[in-house]
């Protein structure tokens, strides 16, 4: 039984805002799990990063699910790649550019309707920005980080991503009380297993 609890504990979850997004939807024993099915899951998902405010309609969100997902599909692809030591092609880094460049926005400054104060409102669709905001998270972390450090869960039944922060920089498994624990427990049947036939 040793062999299940001689494992330090990996450190939970990633502060990196495209590694949470592109796990939003992510396997479970191999079949997805879709934790952004509609659009009230993605507004609290956006407003408990402050990506978006808590009255942004519905309907809006709806209409923007598409838009989120393929960003979404974009990053996972970005970060297979990294994890596997390719480069991200020029298609890829064009889309990270577009959803950049759709979240521009600029401030504007108003005057109020009594009295000599002003307003200073950002302007500009804040749906683009939280899309340009997490694409932006995966640019500044491949132009900032080692990319050694991206990884795939080697749990093929798992394949979250995540960011490798151990010292020694050889983690495989995205939590390995989880993912390292099954695998080890698949390799430990294989040997017994395998011990059994050749008995
Ligand atoms: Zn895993």
């Known amino acids: 039984m040793s062999e299940l609890h001689d494992v330090a504990a990996e450190p939970e979850g990633d ?12 396997l479970t024993d191999g079949q997805p799990q879709e934790h952004l099915p509609d659009a009230t899951a993605l507004r609290s998902w956006l407003y408990e990063r402050n990506l978006c405010g808590a009255r942004q309609p519905l309907a809006t969100i709806d209409a923007s699910l598409p838009a989120f997902r393929d960003l979404r599909a974009v990053l996972h692809d970005v970060t297979g790649r990294i994890a596997d030591g390719k480069r991200p092609t020029a298609g890829q880094l064009k889309r990270l550019n577009a959803a950049m460049r759709d979240g521009l926005h600029y401030h504007q400054i108003k005057p109020m309707e009594n009295g000599n104060r002003f307003t200073v409102a950002q302007v500009g669709d804040e749906l683009a920005q939280a899309r340009a905001a997490i694409a932006g998270s995966l640019a500044h972390y491949l132009a900032e980080h080692d990319l050694g450090r991206v990884r795939v869960c080697a749990n093929d039944g798992c394949r979250w991503r995540f960011i490798d922060r151990s010292p020694a920089g050889r983690r495989r498994w995205c939590d390995m009380r989880t993912c390292g624990n099954r695998a080890k427990v698949a390799r430990h049947r294989a040997r017994a297993r395998e011990g059994r036939s050749q008995s």
């Open 15 to 26: 502060a990196e805002l495209f590694v949470d997004f592109i796990n939003t939807r992510e």
